[in-house]
């Protein structure tokens, strides 16, 4: 097995102190750099102690979002050596509690991270002290989007109400789900199976389920295993973009078929409205949410804020 | 899956919990739903719309909801409650598995043992 087919590790524990949160999803322009720049904000005014990552190693634009226009380091620094440790790329930002590390836009194919640095920046991120760390991952589901996004408790779905967008957050998490098993199933050598699980997404049958149905009723055990491998797998939903009732229904909706055709429960956590504001508030490049602090899409910012921090004290 | 978990119901829920679940399930698998977009097949889809609708005929008559709760406890003291979908899986041992050799021979035989001729 080629070091690049390896998930880096396949369980992770995060130091008590921390939790680490990924906002991914398949399609661009859903707002995941929106909704990660944003909790962020709010999670600082309330927790202090907040960093901020732009991973999204192809466009990085978190400093647009938080109305930065320079910095001194970046992530680019980084990963060619010229400091030692991802937390000297830190930057405090124009609010309180909240740090950046920012994305390169100065070296290009970036977004083609080898595995070793790949290896290094998830070392680094789990090394340094902050109570939460939000890493805001770019569009695609290239190998390290979904490392990031499968390492991190949890990784947040951006959706939009749009079938361009909920195509691309199941292939997403159809990768996701297909690199945990492919770990496992390499693990114990079983290459054959990995191309018998494609065709069984790519085929007639796109339920992970019934896969799993096949191997239990032959043996429970085994099915046990690759079973709970995914059920530690527990991503959340966010319905961005949202425009009327149906589209509030809609995330409740993927996530009933999510659990039923793709095995893996996946936590809804509200819709965020439409709001023209935010394009108003980016091209000020002024935050939204403290442009715009009584507007519902703040609210519902703050209440899928409060839901996630229940849920990761 | 039984029909509580067609409807995403907990064994207590109420008969206005089973009618909220009854419409969200329509409304999942609606041919005009965006939540199946690119996932689901025309026959899955019909296959849910069915097992929802058949799940809301049962657990929305008390009689016939009383009926197969019982037969449900009946036959989780017949199999053992199904334990390896229910297992918590808060800690996962790969090692929980059979050893190497076995593993790749079970799932070997059960992928690629000739199938019945009709």
Same mark, same amino acid.
């Given at each position: 097995m080629s070091a690049k087919e390896k998930i880096p590790e396949l369980s992770v524990h995060h130091s008590p102190q921390k939790t680490i949160w990924a906002v991914g999803g398949g399609k661009g322009g859903t707002g995941k750099s929106f909704i990660a720049a944003n909790l962020a904000i709010h999670l600082a005014s309330q927790e202090k102690d907040v960093v901020l990552i732009d991973a999204d190693l192809g466009g990085p634009n978190l400093h647009t979002f938080l109305g930065m226009n320079d910095a001194r380091l970046d992530l680019g620094h980084f990963f060619t050596n010229k400091v030692s440790r991802l937390e000297d790329t830190m930057a405090f930002t124009p609010?309180?509690?909240?740090?950046?590390?920012?994305?390169?836009?100065?070296?290009?194919?970036?977004?083609?991270?080898?595995?070793? @640095?790949?290896? @290094?920046?998830?070392?680094?991120?789990?090394?340094?002290?902050?109570?939460?760390? $939000?890493?805001?991952?770019?569009?695609?589901?290239?190998?390290?989007?979904?490392?990031?996004?499968?390492?991190?408790?949890?990784? &947040?779905?951006?959706?939009?109400?749009?079938?361009?967008?909920?195509?691309?957050?199941?292939?997403?998490? @159809?990768?996701?789900?297909?690199?945990?098993?492919?770990?496992? &199933?390499?693990?114990?050598?079983?290459?054959?199976? $990995?191309?018998? &699980?494609?065709?069984?997404?790519?085929?007639?049958?796109?339920?992970?389920?019934?896969?799993?149905?096949?191997? $239990?009723?032959?043996? @429970?055990?085994?099915?046990?295993?690759?079973?709970k491998a995914l059920n530690k797998f527990t991503p959340c939903l966010i319905m961005n973009k949202a425009k009327s009732e149906r589209d509030y229904l809609l995330g409740e909706s993927m996530a009933d078929v999510v659990q039923k055709y793709l095995a893996i429960k996946i936590r809804y956590l509200g819709a965020i409205p439409y709001d023209e504001n935010i394009q108003i508030s980016l091209q000020k490049l002024s935050p939204y949410l403290s442009t715009f602090p009584d507007s519902k899409a703040t609210l519902s910012l703050k209440e899928i804020a409060e839901r996630l921090v229940e849920s990761n004290p | 899956m039984d029909y509580y978990e067609i409807l995403n119901l907990g064994k207590n829920a109420s008969q206005e919990d089973i009618e909220k679940a009854y419409y969200l399930g329509?409304?999942?698998?609606?041919?005009?739903?965006? #939540?199946?977009?690119?996932?689901?097949?025309?026959?899955?889809?019909?296959?849910?719309?069915?097992?929802?609708?058949? #799940?809301?005929?049962?657990?929305?008559?008390?009689?016939?909801?009383?009926?197969?709760?019982l037969k449900m406890l009946q036959k989780g003291a017949e199999t053992g409650n199904r334990v390896y979908f229910r297992k918590s899986t808060l800690k996962l041992e790969i090692e929980d598995a059979g050893e190497k050799k076995s593993l790749w021979k079970r799932i070997k035989y059960i992928l690629f043992s000739p199938k019945p001729k009709k």
């Open positions: 609010f309180d509690g909240l740090r950046l590390i920012r994305g390169t836009d100065q070296i290009p194919f970036m977004a083609n991270l080898n595995y070793y @640095k790949k290896l @290094k920046f998830i070392r680094h991120v789990k090394a340094f002290y902050a109570k939460r760390v $939000i890493i805001d991952i770019g569009t695609g589901a290239s190998l390290n989007y979904l490392d990031f996004f499968i390492l991190s408790n949890p990784g &947040i779905l951006v959706v939009n109400p749009e079938p361009t967008s909920i195509e691309n957050a199941y292939y997403f998490l @159809k990768s996701c789900i297909v690199r945990i098993l492919k770990s496992y &199933i390499e693990h114990y050598n079983l290459k054959d199976l $990995i191309r018998r &699980i494609a065709d069984q997404m790519d085929g007639q049958s796109k339920s992970i389920y019934s896969f799993f149905n096949t191997i $239990i009723s032959l043996n @429970k055990s085994y099915a046990q295993v690759l079973y | 329509k409304t999942t698998y609606n041919r005009d739903s965006l #939540a199946h977009y690119g996932l689901l097949s025309q026959r899955e889809r019909w296959y849910m719309l069915r097992k929802i609708e058949e #799940a809301y005929q049962n657990l929305n008559n008390p009689e016939k909801r009383r009926l197969y709760d």
